[in-house]
């Protein structure tokens, strides 16, 4: 039989033990970014995938695949993305391979004197586009792109800008 005294030894030390530990870490959805599609020179869409992973990397729910391993992953799977946005379940199968959570995918379309720009943050499990957004800015200027991305991004990721 236990005494009192030892159940109150045990019970302060558990309760002590409880305090100290640290709180459970949420963990860090896992997001790949691809490169991005579209008849747009190569300045506009590196400062579409670089701010996108800006974002990404601020966030606090996720982190990034390494850039290496997910073009080691295209050539894999002999993929072409010049100039074709994926669907989800070419999403799905990148994603898988990569370890990710979510692939984010986005595309530049040049018309008429104006680019759209469209992202998605595409669910590998299920290949539901859990985040989405698109702008048309005028013209194909780095920075206008760059400044539109923010805002998909801060919507899309909810991370301020």
Sequence with gaps: MIS???AAKVVLIASVCNVHSPAPQKKQMVVAILEPSGDVGRMNKATLRGTIEQFVTNSKDYRVVDRARADQVFGELNLQRENMMIDPTTAKAIGRHLGADFVCTSELIKEEGYTNISISLINVETGVVSASGS??????NAKAIANSTIDIASAMLRVKK
Excluded at 135 to 140: F, I, T
Aim: proline residues 0%.
């Design 4 to 6: 009192v005294y030892a």
């Design 135 to 140: 702008r048309l800015v005028e013209g194909d």
